[in-house]
């Protein structure tokens, strides 16, 4: 048995089109996420989804008893997946994530998921923080256009300079071939 997991994170209905928080390239980068979860269960490596809840008020996604909540039907949860809530970007803070993953002698961690420049980015690098050793797998990520300074900063620009700043620091990116 490997100690490679993979980590699936929020690929949820908000995020897609008619969803309260669309992300750009949100369908394209869960397709790349279906074919690397569907390599780990034939794999047959754990594969934890994650799946974000906001309940902090004044949440505008994510909702509680909402379907924008629900993780997306085209990456479904199925048997032997670990399923994991969260209530903050971080995938570890205050859940049973670090638990589980010691619990099955995890060391190593592939990663996929939304929003590249927040849950992404904040699971990665507290997952290299906590020790192990993380794979990013870029084109199954998906952001979105932000705005600083009054100047817009596109989705593209957003995802590039993320995983950019993610690389070889606290993981290694790549793309799914």
Same mark, same amino acid.
């Given at each position: 048995?490997?100690?490679?997991?993979?980590?699936?994170?929020?690929?949820?209905?908000?995020?897609?089109?008619?969803?309260?928080?669309?992300?750009?390239?949100?369908?394209?980068?869960?397709?790349v996420?279906?074919e690397?979860?569907r %390599? @780990?269960?034939?794999?047959?490596?754990?594969? @934890?989804?994650?799946? %974000?809840?906001?309940i902090?008020?004044?949440?505008? @996604?994510?909702?509680?008893?909402t +379907?924008?909540?629900?993780?997306?039907?085209?990456?479904?949860? !199925?048997?032997?997946? %670990?399923?994991?809530?969260?209530?903050?970007?971080?995938?570890?803070?205050?859940?049973?994530?670090? !638990?589980?993953?010691?619990t099955?002698?995890?060391? !190593?961690?592939?990663?996929?998921?939304?929003?590249?420049?927040?849950?992404?980015?904040?699971?990665?690098?507290?997952?290299?923080?906590?020790?192990?050793?993380? !794979?990013?797998?870029? +084109?199954?990520c998906?952001?979105?256009?932000?705005e600083?300074?009054?100047?817009?900063?596109?989705?593209?620009?957003? %995802?590039?300079?993320?995983?950019?700043?993610?690389?070889?620091? @606290?993981?290694?990116?790549?793309?799914?071939?």
């Amino acid at each position: 048995m490997s100690n490679r997991a993979l980590i699936v994170v929020d690929i949820q209905n908000d995020y897609f089109p008619g969803g309260a928080n669309e992300l750009v390239g949100s369908t394209e980068a869960a397709a790349v996420a279906v074919e690397v979860k569907r %390599h @780990f269960k034939e794999s047959g490596l754990p594969v @934890f989804m994650i799946q %974000h809840v906001s309940i902090r008020p004044g949440a505008t @996604f994510f909702l509680p008893n909402t +379907n924008g909540v629900e993780i997306h039907e085209s990456i479904a949860v !199925e048997d032997g997946d %670990h399923l994991v809530v969260k209530h903050y970007p971080n995938s570890f803070r205050e859940t049973n994530l670090l !638990e589980l993953l010691k619990t099955l002698e995890i060391s !190593e961690l592939t990663v996929v998921g939304m929003m590249t420049h927040m849950c992404i980015d904040t699971t990665v690098r507290a997952a290299s923080d906590l020790g192990f050793k993380v !794979e990013l797998i870029g +084109n199954a990520c998906a952001t979105k256009d932000l705005e600083y300074g009054g100047r817009k900063v596109a989705a593209t620009d957003v %995802h590039a300079s993320f995983l950019a700043a993610i690389d070889g620091s @606290f993981a290694t990116v790549r793309d799914w071939e």
